[in-house]
């Protein structure tokens, strides 16, 4: 499985962003995909996530009500959206894959694929 991320870029505090990931994998259906970023300095942590069947979706309390998560297993395809950005965003956001019954969503060693990630830089 082989995970692209894509649409970060440099956008001012208060603005908005549309991530997305492109998979390359047989039975995209059948994965659970998960959102993580790594900003400098820090940890990865846990961003967001949504099961394989689209019922259920995952949030980090930190960013709650600013993101919504997508799929459209048609497209193999993931989308992050992120509004009302802040500095403290500033991250690589990373997407990925786990083909796994039994998930902690948050728990980076659940996903089995990573993305390479994509930028996002929030000036004030």
């Known amino acids: 499985v082989q995970l692209q991320a894509s649409g970060g870029g440099l956008v001012q505090a208060g603005g908005s962003l549309r991530l997305s990931c492109t998979a390359s994998?047989?039975?995209?259906?059948?994965?659970?995909m998960g959102w993580f970023r790594r900003s400098p300095g820090k940890e990865r942590e846990f961003v967001s996530a949504?099961?394989?069947?689209?019922?259920?979706?995952y949030y980090t309390p930190s960013m709650r009500g600013r993101l919504t998560i997508s799929r459209d297993n048609a497209k193999n395809m993931v989308d992050l959206e992120i509004k009302s950005l802040k500095p403290e965003d500033t991250a690589v956001y990373f997407c990925?894959?786990?083909?796994?019954?039994?998930?902690?969503?948050?728990?980076?060693?659940?996903?089995?694929?990573w993305g390479q990630g994509t930028q996002v830089t929030v000036s004030s």
């Open positions: 949504i099961s394989w069947n689209v019922e259920h979706t």
């Open positions: 990925a894959a786990t083909p796994r019954a039994v998930v902690t969503w948050d728990d980076p060693l659940s996903y089995d694929y």
């Open positions: 994998a047989r039975f995209f259906s059948r994965y659970g």
